[in-house]
């Protein structure tokens, strides 16, 4: 595959347009500024909304604000007023920092509209729906639009080990493959045999978008390929929906969950520090990172703190929770 293939090219960034020529967000009727604590200029109510909304999908991206300034075409400093809600953005920054974010401008607003009126009864239907109600209604959903494409049997056959880098994913895993006599897969390795170049390159010459092609691709495969199998996944796997759905619809899900101080020791344990080893404050952006991604992690079946005790202790509980799962309907 050539790195220069069309369908791989990253997009072009949005290019700049004079300061006369830029749109800028009307704030709606009514909304008056709150002072700033701190004691600088007033602000406003939906631009800190908005700010919150950009460092949630930073963070549920695993991006620092250095690599979205980056990927927008914006200055770092621009950003930051973003995020804190000291500036009033034009539209088209919005636009970059969205396509940065891979997300919709609506999502970015937190105003998602439409023109279908059976979506907005379907909407309608699901606002105010706490999590579990949310649940059921996308598994009726999958079932009834025939995505899931298994049986309960075949899913529940498949281990998939979500969490953060540094988690014990693989550890873990290969230990829990061995006890159920199952194969065991490392996806980041098989996205890597797709592209024919490693994880790093895939994003540096083709991009973010071009990387969830091929985790889908290789996700995709190992569904077919592996009636029974443990799979560690890549820690944002649950940044992308669809690929998410798909291990959902397909996979029982274990998340392994740790602390981020320990995160952040077995990550360095490997010598290896990205995606934070750029960042003077890593802690606080892997706590981020951890914080955007959890609401997604804990949609698991099962979960263990490989924090709360010792290594053996915490596989005998993974193997016994797991062993408790695939036989819970016999």
Known sequence: MSPTSDALRPPEPLTEVRPDAVLQLTLPVGTEPEADPAGGEP???????????VRTLRSRRGMTRKAVALAADVSERHLANLEYGAGNASILVLLQVARALQCSLAELLGDVSTSSPEW????????????????????????????????ATGRQSRIALIGLRGAGKSTLGRRLAEALGYPFIELSREIEQFA????????NLYGATA?????????????????EVVIATPGG?????????????????????????????RVAAQGDL???????????????????????????????????????ETFVRLRDGVYALLHRDS
């Open 43 to 53: 602000r406003v109510p939906f631009l800190v909304a908005l700010g919150e909304r």
């Open 120 to 151: 907005l009864l379907i909407r309608e239907l699901l606002q105010g729906r706490d999590e579990g109600e949310l649940r059921r209604a996308r598994l009726k959903l999958a079932e009834l639009f025939g995505s899931t494409g298994v049986d």
């Open 196 to 203: 024919g170049c490693s994880i790093s390159e895939i994003h």
């Open 211 to 227: 990387y969830r092609r091929y985790e889908r691709r290789a996700l995709e495969e190992a569904i077919q390929i592996y009636p």
């Open 237 to 265: 796997l649950v940044s992308d929906s669809t690929n998410f759905n798909l291990l959902l619809q397909h996979c029982t899900t274990v998340w392994l969950k740790a602390d981020p101080v320990d995160h952040m020791r």
């Open 274 to 312: 990205r995606p934070m080893a750029a960042s003077a404050e890593a802690m606080e952006d892997l706590k981020r990172i951890l914080a955007g991604r959890s609401a997604f992690y804990s949609k698991a079946d099962l979960t263990v703190d490989t924090s709360a005790q010792p290594l053996e």
